[in-house]
T-cell receptor, first 112, second 115 residues
């Protein structure tokens, strides 16, 4: 089983601060996805990256896929309380036929 | 709008009861999955299905079974519920993307407490 390690596990910051969180593996993935999950709800897909070195932006969120397709980062600029939630990364191993491997998640709290 | 609907949001069952968790998707997807999510353990795959009447074991299938009689419906069954099956259960449906990555849609989750 390919593992995805997410760091840090918990993060509490003030509104307006910038932050970067990570999703790392020693294995290659065909694609990697980031989700945000709010308490009591299912995860919601934020982005999918498929090409090594790819950078995608979603408003104040910037996602990068590592050149070797083994890791990814999520950068949030000027965090807002609405960004609070659990951030999950999930990778699809080559040939896995849509079967994803999930990290354990990063709990982000943004204080007003 | 894409929709994955889990029939029960909150359930309380007794040890030994048979439990059915239903999931319906309206996107004509072939691939459907059942996960459970526990604090500190993340999402773990229980069973998945690539088509009607097809099922494959995930990483933690013990104590569970599934049924896929229709394409839109994927049911998770706990034959004899135990307290260690208290968890949040998530159903997912996947749209296959060729070269663009797959898109996974989750239901809202079913919180099961076994007492």
């Amino acid at each position: 089983t390919q593992l995805l390690e997410q760091s840090p596990q918990f993060l509490s910051i003030q509104e307006g601060e910038n932050l970067t969180v990570y999703c790392n593996s020693s294995s290659v993935f065909s694609s990697l996805q980031w989700y945000r999950q709010e308490p009591g709800e299912g995860p919601v897909l934020l982005v999918t990256v498929v090409t090594g070195g790819e950078v995608k932006k979603l408003k104040r969120l910037t996602f990068q896929f590592g050149d070797a397709r083994k890791d990814s980062s999520l950068h949030i600029t000027a965090a807002q309380p609405g960004d609070t939630g659990l951030y999950l990364c999930a990778g699809e191993p080559p040939g896995a036929n849509s079967k994803l491997t999930f990290g354990k998640g990063i709990t982000l709290s943004v204080r007003p | 709008d894409v929709k994955v609907t889990q029939s029960s949001r909150y359930l309380v069952k007794r040890t030994g009861e048979k439990v059915f968790l239903e999931c319906v998707q309206d996107m004509d997807h072939e691939n459907m999955f059942w996960y459970r999510q526990d604090p500190g353990l993340g999402l773990r795959l229980i069973y998945f299905s690539y088509d009607v009447k097809m099922k494959e074991k995930g990483d933690i299938p013990e104590g569970y079974s599934v049924s896929r009689e229709k394409k839109e419906r994927f049911s998770l069954i706990l034959e004899s519920a135990s307290t260690n099956q208290t968890s949040m259960y998530l159903c997912a449906s996947i749209k296959i993307g060729i070269g663009t990555g797959n898109t996974i849609y989750f239901g809202e989750g079913s919180w099961l407490t076994v007492v």
